[in-house]
């Protein structure tokens, strides 16, 4: 199945990509993918899928959009 | 006692005098200093009901004990005085090096009264004051103004000025420092241009009393390093504040078209990837660590400093998706002295009034010259609709009528930050109960409301979540005075302001005791509007209609057909009241005013409004 995933903030220029679409297998979950795209575990973040946040064993859907952010503040 | 110069500079602009006042140990304990002593101090002497834009009202500048030390982010100051955007209680803080110098020249605070003859530039130089005439920039915008100022006296005092909406009362006048520094949203400029006060300039030579120099200045600095070396890790200043901005589009939170929509596919134009790519300098306050304006060149070639709330407000809300172009509303906004953020609102309300038939206008969303038209407008007060809509856009929505007001996007008054709450309930209670209107600095909650909660939640985890933000962002740091980025961007541990301020007063304070005096303050704050609207009621601490709308829910996205239901913000306005200690009202009761140590102003404000 295919994924798209959208880094932000800082993800970007530290984990090399704002956003690029993944084959994946079925049955990948949110925290299968967060190891797919190299994102430091360690980092506190937030991941959305299609605008919900999502839970690190939640299996995700072919043409999901998810989104890996930093966790703001709202300054 | 050390932590504190131990007086105030009380300025009267009429008489053109003004006083060194001591203030005793026990009020600086009670109240700290920055929108404690503010609150307190405008508390005590203004009487309800005094005109915000008149005489009677006072300006204040106040600074907390670590104000202008050498430690993570300190070049603080707080500007408070009577609201004219409100009527209410108004403050701002914005980074300034009065921080530094006021304190330098012996003062916690300075209150200026009275209203000076002719265009006035008031200049403290330690222990002396002048009264200067400020005719030769009267009139000119705050970049014009602030050069003056520095050909004068050099870059290094410390220096608040206001723009031509600050002189002409624009409601949402901020108080400017710096070249790029704002604050006072809550009509502080214009509070300042009502006094024919153009601008203040501070120098000062003094040592700032503390039990532990050497001790403050060895953490100060290794701490000011710690800091900066936290954030090139996590990459925060990259993109700044306007990291968010992208974000808040994949989730349904960002304001566009006057928060009708939630999300636009053209909103990655103005993201912090492109703003980062645009950069052409960055910026920050005095002391430090984490730099949050990214300049960039606007569509005339002027820098333009942004960051994510003038981003969000003019530049998605109005359907503007190119950031020279917004970059230059940004600018204008700047030198105007207009608050960005109520700038970009009242502008979107005009537009949607026009949309919606409330009034015509020849005005629309995406339009760029329309908009630094109207500004200049609003600047100068210029013919009717730049009258109106320098009243702001509650004023506006009543002249307009015809139910422009459940679009106008305002609470008391002060319009909404860049975070649109159409489905994020605790986001809105944050905006609703925010003593001075609808800032976002007293409580943000949107990654708690999605991560630690769930979005469709109306419970009472979300009203804890407000007033324990509350303590520390609208408390802890508007009186310590400091910048909160620290915390809340880099995940600066909060153990370390008891310790700074352990260092300068040499007294043990635990954060417990901290968020007593923050909920002290909030009280404080309560019995101010009880003062000014003793007919006060829940209403008062709604958000704006339209998020009640089911005409108005998105049609796609993650909160498809959903909106704000009132009776459910009801309950959750309900649990925060009841974890406050305040009645159904929403004011404090005895019994909280007593267990906060301010039953005597509870007894003060009840001679004007009823308590329970």
């Known amino acids: 199945m295919t994924i798209t995933v959208k880094l932000i903030g800082p993800f970007v220029q530290l984990f090399g990509f704002s956003e690029k679409q993944l084959d994946v297998p079925a049955g990948t979950t949110s925290d299968d993918l967060i190891g797919l795209v190299s994102i430091d575990r360690s980092r506190p973040k937030i991941v959305t899928r299609n605008g919900r946040a999502v839970v690190p064993d939640e299996a995700l859907a072919d043409g999901d959009r998810v989104v890996i952010s930093p966790i703001y503040s709202g300054g | ?612």
């Open chain 2, 1 to 612: 006692m050390n932590g504190w110069t131990g007086q105030f500079l009380r300025v009267n602009l009429t008489a053109k005098t003004f006083k060194k006042e001591p203030f005793s140990d026990e009020f600086a304990l009670k109240w700290i200093g920055g929108r404690g002593f503010a609150a307190k101090i405008l508390f005590d002497e203004l009487a309800p009901g005094i005109d915000p834009l008149g005489p009677d009202n006072k300006f204040i500048v106040a600074l907390g004990p670590i104000a202008g030390i050498p430690a993570p982010n300190t070049g603080k100051a707080v500007v408070a005085g009577k609201s004219p955007s409100t009527g209410g209680y108004g403050d701002g803080n914005l980074g300034t090096r009065v921080a530094e110098q006021l304190r330098k020249a012996g003062y916690d605070a300075l209150i200026v009264e009275g209203r000076a003859a002719e265009p006035t530039m008031l200049f403290i130089d330690d222990d002396k004051v002048e009264f200067l005439s400020a005719a030769e920039v009267w009139g000119q915008g705050t970049y014009v103004t602030n050069d003056w100022i520095y050909a004068k006296y050099g870059k290094s005092v410390g220096v608040l000025n206001i723009g031509q909406a600050g002189e002409n009362l624009v409601r949402y006048a901020v108080v400017r420092s710096m070249e790029g520094r704002a604050g006072g949203r809550t009509g502080m400029g214009a509070v300042m241009g009502s006094k024919l006060l153009k601008a203040i300039v501070v120098k000062g030579t003094k040592p700032i009393p503390q039990a532990d120099p050497a001790g403050m200045k060895k953490v100060g600095y290794d701490d000011l390093r710690e800091v900066n070396r936290i954030d090139k890790k996590s990459g925060w200043s990259i993109q700044s504040t306007n990291g968010v901005l992208a974000w808040c589009n994949e989730v349904a939170a960002l304001p566009v078209r006057n928060f009708r929509k939630t999300h636009h596919p053209d909103a990655w134009k103005v993201d912090g990837e492109r703003l980062n790519n645009a950069r052409i300098a960055t910026y920050g306050c005095p002391n430090c660590t984490m730099r949050c304006g990214i300049t960039i060149h606007d569509d005339e070639g002027r820098e333009s400093e942004l960051d994510y709330e003038n981003v969000g407000l003019l530049g998605p809300n109005l359907e503007i998706f190119d950031l020279p172009q917004l970059g230059s509303l940004n600018y204008l906004c700047d030198d105007y002295g207009i608050d960005t953020m109520s700038g970009g609102c009242v502008l979107s309300f005009y537009a949607d009034a026009i949309d919606h038939g409330a009034v015509a206008g020849d005005y629309g969303f995406n339009d760029a010259a329309g908009s630094k038209k109207l500004l200049g407008q609003i600047a100068r007060r210029e013919g009717e609709i730049g009258n109106i809509l320098a009243e702001g856009s509650m004023r506006a929505a009543r002249r307009f009528g015809h139910g422009s007001i459940d679009y106008a996007m305002q609470v008391k008054g002060l319009e909404v930050a860049a975070y649109n709450c159409k489905f994020i309930p605790g986001m809105a209670l944050a905006f609703g109960v925010s003593p001075i209107g609808a800032h976002h600095k007293e409580s943000w909650v949107i990654t708690f409301e999605l991560k630690q909660s769930v979005r469709e939640s109306y419970g009472p985890e979300k009203a804890q979540k407000v007033v324990d933000l509350q303590r520390i962002r609208g408390g802890l740091f508007e009186y310590m005075v400091a910048c909160r980025f620290p915390w809340i961007e880099n995940g600066w541990s909060l153990e370390n302001y008891p310790k700074y301020f352990k260092l300068v007063s040499g007294l043990d304070r635990t954060l417990d005791d901290f968020w007593v005096i923050s909920d002290r303050i909030y009280a404080m704050l309560k019995l101010f509007w009880l003062r000014e609207y003793p007919q006060t009621d829940r209403k008062l601490d709604y958000p704006p209609a339209v998020w009640f709308d089911p005409t108005n829910a998105d049609t796609e996205g993650p909160i498809a057909g959903k909106v704000l239901e009132y009776d459910k913000y009801d309950g959750l306005l309900q649990h925060y009241y009841d974890i406050r200690g305040y009645d159904k009202r929403g004011i404090p009761t005895k019994a909280t005013l007593e267990r906060l140590g301010v039953a005597e102003e509870g007894r003060a404000a009840e001679k004007y409004g009823k308590l329970t």
